[in-house]
């Protein structure tokens, strides 16, 4: 167990819909990061946050937007869905603001769209 | 941009050693090792960073040639445990918010049978 909780495990939603995916960090971790892993992509980092703030930005599609909240929780709303969208969405977090430590992997979040 | 791994698969006996390696055409801050087991989330290996400091696993390792952009992953003596996909990911040495920023390559996939 990383310590990372990601809510739900699996969500199957029709196209068109809105979906909010949640991550909760390790205690103490200030950085959340949100991954898109399909088949044909790989593990495409999307955006992070870092204490509230966003600080690096990826593949990140407009119709996708993320937030921290003070407590630190993260939420990846994921808009307008298309069939392409159906991925397994990671959150990570770690320590600091900057990779120069291990990043710990929540179960993931499996997204079909129908 | 994503860095490159090779092979893309690999497949070995138990007690037989490979080499996965990863390039990047960029200046790296750390270069990141993760293994993932289908359906399961990426678990950290080692994690290298530009000045050579390394952490990981005691079993693990590998090396980071800064001058190349190049890591490669040595699994030595390898256990039906290794199994799995393979993930280099690399942090760019940009400045500023990049430092969050972590690619991963395309993976490569490993087989250890008995």
């Known amino acids: 167990d990383s310590g990372v909780t990601q809510t739900p495990k699996h969500l199957i939603t029709a196209t068109g819909q809105r979906v909010t995916l949640r991550c909760s960090p390790r205690?103490?971790?200030?950085?959340v990061y949100w991954y898109q892993q399909s088949l044909d992509q790989g593990l495409q980092f999307l955006i992070q946050y870092y204490n509230g703030e966003e600080r690096a930005k990826g593949n990140i599609l407009e119709r996708f937007s993320a937030q921290q909240f003070p407590d630190l929780h993260s939420e990846l709303n994921l808009s307008s869905l298309e069939l392409g969208d159906s991925a397994l969405y990671f959150c990570?977090?770690?320590?600091?603001?900057?990779?120069?430590?291990?990043?710990?992997f929540g179960q993931g979040t499996r997204l079909t769209v129908v | 941009q994503q860095p490159v791994q090779s092979p893309q698969a690999v497949i070995l006996r138990e007690g037989e050693d490979a080499v996965i390696n990863c390039s990047s055409s960029k200046a790296l801050y750390s270069v990141h090792w993760y293994r993932q087991k289908h359906g399961e989330a990426p678990v950290f290996l080692m994690i290298l960073l530009k000045g050579g400091e390394q952490k990981g696993h005691e079993k693990i390792s590998a090396s980071f040639n800064e001058k190349k952009q190049q890591s490669s992953l040595y699994l030595t003596a390898s256990q039906l445990s290794y199994s799995g996909t393979y993930f280099c990911g690399t942090v760019p040495n940009a400045g500023g918010t990049s430092y969050g920023k972590l690619t991963f390559g395309q993976g490569t996939i490993l087989t250890v049978h008995p």
């Open positions: 990570a977090s770690s320590v600091r603001d900057r990779m120069n430590t291990e990043a710990f």
């Open positions: 205690s103490g971790d200030l950085s």
